[in-house]
């Protein structure tokens, strides 16, 4: 009668030493089917959990109907436990009134280090531009830029009779008493934009200035000979 080949390996387990015998590990087929996992063939398992957060409870209020307590979005009755409007805007004043004692502290010192000593405008600068700059707010008169000059300082190889036609072009702008000629512009959004229309007037004023209206017609433009 042939044994079967489990009835064998039993038979020569049981035939070896009690040591050796503990050493050999049972194969699979021989593992007893139980729920606890065998570290020498399962692997721990993974168990994972899901949570479920249910949403929050919706006011009646923000509905229309029944009254219920005041979400984040909705504004809570004053009951004498915060600040009015007026404390509010005291309090958003010191704030700014500290935030400009910490400029004054911590940042206008480091201005020194972008300091120039003055230097005198040379005989070739004669131009002399004047801005208006609100600090803090936006203000309509900031772009505002004034230009002063002297017709005698205009190193543009102008006669004394150019130059009388010049204050007279200027007008009431030429002030006599100082011999300066003032000009403004405020045209224009930007102060580079008005400083750049200012300095194109002063070279049409010498080039009309420079025309002399009393010369033979011939030599004018459109003269006939």
């Known amino acids: 009668m042939a044994s079967s080949p489990s009835l064998l390996l039993r038979t020569a387990l049981l035939r ?101 000593p003055f230097r005198p405008p040379s005989r070739a600068e004669v131009l002399r531009f004047r801005y208006t700059t609100y600090f803090g707010e936006a203000h309509p008169a900031e772009r505002k830029v004034v230009v002063e000059f002297a017709p005698r300082d205009l190193l543009v190889g102008l006669t004394e009779a150019q130059r009388g036609k010049l204050v007279k072009l200027a007008g009431a702008r030429f002030d006599p008493a100082r011999g300066v000629v003032k000009i403004s512009c405020e045209m224009f959004e930007l102060q580079a934009q008005n400083k750049r229309y200012l300095s194109d007037l002063v070279d049409r004023l010498v080039l009309e200035a420079k025309v002399c209206l009393f010369c033979d017609p011939l030599a004018l433009p459109g003269g006939k000979g």
């Open 16 to 116: 070896l030493p009690t040591p050796l015998r503990a050493t050999i590990p049972s194969p699979p087929t021989t593992r007893p089917l139980t729920s606890t996992p065998t570290p020498s063939y399962d692997h721990p398992i993974l168990i994972s959990t899901t949570t479920t957060i249910s949403p929050p409870p919706v006011s009646k209020s923000a509905g229309g109907g029944g009254s219920g307590e005041p979400t984040e979005l909705e504004e809570k009755d004053w009951d004498g436990d915060d600040f009015t409007s007026s404390g509010h805007a005291e309090l958003l004043r010191h704030r700014e009134a500290r935030a400009y004692a910490r400029l004054a502290m911590y940042e206008m010192p480091l201005l020194s280090k972008l300091s120039k």
